[in-house]
């Protein structure tokens, strides 16, 4: 006997309520709740059914001494892709439930696609988006594709997985969560009680089988990942991919991982044959020009724990209008006028007439507070007409008096301006303790003031 029920589910956090609400009491949010149908037919017996876990019988757990538990069983499948290797913390623990999130056209589907056809690995990859004849289009374009990738077009999680488990693949991706639907629920795919029904059943399926997921899940337009909250707390990780539609390169950065550090971050390319990773990040970002310009200073930022050297751009011109235009791409707005401030009256320049543009080149999103350095002498720059050197980099916090302040690995983000041919770096002054400028070839000239970056660079 089936019984309907009908219940109200916010779309951010997935909490439930009998009646609409207009404020969730769980995640604060207004006008999430929609209304939900669920079909309860005696659940748990037939939803067991569809692929109930035969190898691994449940017994009951036991208490372990921390100890005696043997270590080394979180074995890692290797893949073709050193950079999908490297968010992942080495690799894909088996049995792991691992989410990528991106916005539509990112590349998603490419660069899973394009895992499945070259790991030397038996893999199902699970489409709800795309027909056969569209998957093998694209694996053809992408490469050769081996011989052990099954492809299956189907949205029922119970099919999915009863298919799966006869298959025993090595690895499962699942092209996206928002297609599924399970036949024990009602309502449209997409929705909460879908999602959090379908991502429970591959968690499940993961560690019953020790069989590794991947779901690949759309974002909403304030870029969180679609649906509820709840899904990013069950998976094991969750990745990433972002990146600018007008560039081609993408950046696939770890949100949360449980085997591994979050501070890593792979870079990719997308050409007319699929994904390239690319190795060498600063020497994409910078531009090659021949002639030196104002307004122009290279910043040696940190994007998680890789140093990359990202040109920062400013145009100081005069004022049309009335109130003077602040633009920034790829820069936080309200940094860009604490910095022209701090130059005001520290330095005694004057932007008050002047529209001011600020440009990250490459489309890049820079959070690292050592670009500061860089944006304020590209500023200067543009301001006087007068070009820096291409030899020179910069790397430092700019302070509300005007200091410059010590910015985090310093020795990474030297290292790597040395290693890219640059002949000076400026940093901070407080960056100078410990560290063993001689080791380099490239100068390191310390700075404390923003009035001395003045004097060093244009006097
Ligand atoms: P896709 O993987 O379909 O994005 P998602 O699954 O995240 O929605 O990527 C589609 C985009 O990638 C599309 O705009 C075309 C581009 N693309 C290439 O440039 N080269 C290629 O080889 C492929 C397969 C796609
Ligand atoms: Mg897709």
């Not at 899973?112 to 199902?124: C, G, H, N, P, V």
Request: net charge negative.
């Amino acid at each position: 006997m089936s019984k309907v029920k009908k219940i109200f589910a916010c779309t951010n956090c997935g909490a439930t309520s009998p009646k609409w609400i207009g404020n969730c009491p769980s995640c604060n949010s207004w006008n999430t709740y929609q209304e939900e149908v669920i079909i309860k037919d005696t659940a748990q017996e037939t939803k067991k059914k569809a692929w109930s876990s035969s190898r691994t019988k449940q017994l009951d757990p036991q208490i372990i001494a921390l100890p005696e538990i043997k270590s080394g069983n979180t074995a890692r499948l290797v893949t073709s892709d050193n950079e999908l290797n490297r968010v992942l913390g080495g690799g894909i623990v088996s049995g792991s439930l691992v989410l990528i999130g991106g916005q539509p056209g990112i590349g998603k589907s490419t660069l899973l696609l394009q895992l499945a056809t070259q790991i030397k690995a038996k893999i199902l990859y699970v489409s709800g988006e795309e027909s056969e004849e569209q998957i093998k289009m694209r694996a053809d374009r992408v490469g050769k594709a081996q011989s052990e990738c099954y492809i299956l077009t189907e949205t029922n999680v119970a099919k999915i997985l009863s298919q799966a488990q006869s298959l025993e693949p090595d690895l499962v991706i699942i092209d996206s969560i928002q297609t599924l639907s399970s036949p024990h629920i009602d309502s449209t795919p997409g929705s909460v009680s879908q999602i959090r029904e379908c991502s429970g059943e591959l968690q499940r399926f993961a560690k019953e089988e020790n069989i590794p997921v991947f779901i690949i899940g759309h974002i909403t337009k304030d870029g969180s990942i679609a649906g509820p909250k709840l899904l990013e707390h069950i998976v094991d990780t969750v990745l990433q991919f972002e990146g600018d539609q007008n560039y081609t390169y993408r950046i696939l950065r770890t949100i949360k991982n449980r085997f591994g550090s979050t501070d890593e971050l792979g870079i990719y390319q997308m050409q007319a044959d699929g994904l390239r990773e690319v190795s060498n990040p600063s020497e994409l970002l910078l531009s090659q020009k021949d002639e030196e310009l104002s307004g122009s200073a290279v910043s040696a930022t940190l994007e998680g724990m890789r140093p990359m050297l990202i040109e920062t751009q400013a145009l100081v011109s005069t004022a049309v209008y009335g109130t003077p235009q602040r633009s920034a791409t790829g820069f936080d707005l309200r940094r860009l006028s604490m910095l022209l401030a701090v130059l005001e009256k520290r330095c005694g320049f004057m932007f008050g007439q002047n529209d001011v543009f600020l440009n990250i080149a490459g489309g890049l999103k820079v959070v690292d507070p050592a670009i500061d350095l860089s944006i304020i002498s590209a500023l200067i720059s543009s301001l006087e007409d007068v070009a820096i050197p291409s030899n020179i980099c910069f790397a430092g916090e700019v302070g509300l008096s005007g200091e410059i302040r010590a910015v985090n690995r310093i020795d990474q983000r030297i290292q790597e301006a040395n290693r890219l041919g640059f002949e000076q770096i400026f940093i901070s002054k407080y960056n100078t303790k410990g560290l063993d400028v001689s080791r380099y070839d490239i100068s390191v000239i310390p700075i404390a003031k923003v009035e001395e970056l003045y004097k060093e660079l244009f006097e």
